[in-house]
């Protein structure tokens, strides 16, 4: 098992910026990659960055160039950067955490980020 807890939310206005950081604890060593997703209300989950044991990252079209992914693999932690906030960044950001084999994903409680115009 692993469980995940996210930290760093809060209210900030639009250009401003905000870094989001992820712990997880228990069977770490079974982490593959972990990730950041995000869910606005009455929208879908979506993925907004994810980085690989091995440092690979990939990022949504919409933030590329503004969050950055971080992870440091001996505090089992991931962080995201988020520069240059626009309203439409607001949503609940839940870290994820993903085994490749056998195939399961461990989600934390979410942190909510709100962005005001």
């Known amino acids: 098992q692993v469980q995940l807890v996210e930290s760093g939310g809060g209210l900030v206005q639009a250009g401003g910026s905000l870094s989001l950081s992820c712990v997880a604890s228990?069977?770490?060593?079974?982490?593959?990659?972990m990730g950041w997703y995000r869910q606005a209300p009455g929208k879908q989950r979506e993925l907004v960055a994810t980085?690989?044991?091995?440092?690979?990252?990939n990022y949504a079209d919409s933030v590329k160039g503004r969050f950055t992914i971080s992870r440091d693999n001996a505090k089992a932690t991931v962080y995201l950067q988020m520069n240059s906030l626009k309203p439409e960044d607001t949503a609940v950001y839940y870290c994820?955490?993903?085994?490749?084999?056998?195939?399961?994903?461990?989600w934390g409680q979410g942190t909510q980020v709100t962005v005001s115009s």
């Open positions: 980085i690989t044991i091995g440092g690979t990252t």
């Open positions: 994820k955490a993903v085994r490749w084999v056998p195939s399961y994903n461990y």
């Open positions: 228990g069977s770490i060593s079974s982490i593959n990659a």
